[in-house]
Nanobody, 125 residues
């Protein structure tokens, strides 16, 4: 069974920084991509940042140049087991529960997507 565990959430003042981590464990042969989503109260879940196994990234427009998604810097495709979301210049509107998603996880028999349990990020004004 594959599990994703997020860490690094918390409370920060506007303008501050936080770094979220997502660790994937279990029987993993390859991961196609990793992503961070967020969901604010009474709003839908939105894609914040995405990284592929080849290192291609993309971001939600409102977080570009403030957030950075990164992986362990190795050539092994399974280095997507650990990804980070560095969040700088945080704004109150960034307040949400942040979820990590592993896309296209191959365990030797099938390919599935997995979600973490979520990490609360609260930005005070």
């Amino acid at each position: 069974q594959v599990q994703l565990v997020e860490s690094g959430g918390g409370l920060v003042q506007a303008g501050g920084s936080l770094r979220l981590s997502c660790a994937a464990s279990g029987k993993i042969f390859a991961i196609a991509s990793m992503a961070w989503y967020r969901q604010a109260p009474e709003k839908g879940r939105e894609l914040v940042a995405h990284i592929t196994s080849t290192g291609v990234t993309n971001y939600l427009d409102s977080v570009k140049e403030r957030f950075i998604i990164a992986r362990n810097n190795t050539k092994n495709t399974v280095d997507l087991r650990m990804v980070y979301l560095q969040m700088n210049s945080l704004k109150p509107e960034d307040t949400a529960v942040y979820f990590c998603k592993a896309g296209g996880v191959y365990d030797g028999r099938s390919v599935k997507d997995y979600w973490g349990q979520g990490a609360q990020v609260t930005v005070s004004s």
